[in-house]
């Protein structure tokens, strides 16, 4: 297995644009979880799936950022509009249920 | 909010000596996780320990879990320079878990 992809890597945008994150999961796991990180607030929790179904979108910072999960394997965080403070890396994850989470390479975000 | 609080922040060790970083949480948990991250990647798992659990071992690496001072520790022993990293605990339940800020832990040569 290829692990988890995400794409892009790396995204510079301006302020104002949407922006479009996108995972894709491991095989046969049935959890998927969304994290951003910074060097000021560390790793956050963003949302988490179960089998595709959103179950905890409360560190979803505002009403700009949204995710969905249409499928197995596939997942998209949207920033809409972006901000200069939504510069982060933002890393997807997946598991097992009880299991270690798997993470992804990340995208670094940079909001001009 | 931040489940996990590592302790130290960072750290400084000559390779071959031993690291100790500690974690304190903040409520009950199924289990408790150690991950590594290197520069510039993503997260690795290293080792979890379950609740019921007081200790546990893989290679190098020794994680104990007090969950009456709702606290872990994670010991490398023999540090190599490739262990140059950041460590996170994280703690929740078979789903959901929360990461803390972590401990930068540096092999000096």
């Known amino acids: 297995d290829a692990g988890v992809i995400q794409s892009p890597r790396h995204e510079v945008t301006e302020m104002g644009q949407e922006v479009t994150l996108r995972c894709k999961p491991i095989s046969g796991h049935d959890y998927l979880f969304w994290y951003r990180q910074t060097m000021m607030r560390g790793l956050e929790l963003l949302i988490y799936?179960?089998?595709?179904?959103?179950?905890?979108d409360s560190g979803m910072p505002e009403d700009r950022f949204s995710a969905k999960m249409p499928n197995a394997s596939f997942s998209t965080l949207k920033i809409q509009p972006s901000e200069p403070r939504d510069s982060a890396v933002y890393f997807c994850?997946?598991?097992?249920?009880?299991?270690?989470?798997?993470f992804g390479p990340g995208t670094r975000l940079t909001v001009l | 909010s931040q489940q996990g609080e590592e302790d130290p922040q960072a750290l400084s060790i000559q390779e071959g000596e031993n690291a100790t970083m500690n974690c304190s949480y903040k409520?009950?948990?199924?289990?408790l996780q150690w991950y590594r991250q290197n520069s510039g990647r993503g997260l690795v798992h290293l080792i979890l320990?379950?609740?019921?659990?007081r200790e546990k071992h893989s290679g190098r690496l020794r994680v104990t879990l007090d969950t009456s001072k709702k606290s872990s520790s994670l010991l490398i022993t023999a540090s190599r320079a490739a262990d140059t990293a950041s460590y996170f605990c994280a703690s929740g339940g078979d789903d959901k878990i929360i990461f803390g800020k972590g401990t930068r832990l540096h092999i000096l040569p």
């Open positions: 799936f179960n089998n595709n179904v959103p179950i905890d």
């Open positions: 320990i379950r609740s019921n659990e």
């Open positions: 409520t009950s948990i199924n289990n």
């Open positions: 994850a997946s598991s097992s249920t009880g299991g270690e989470q798997f």
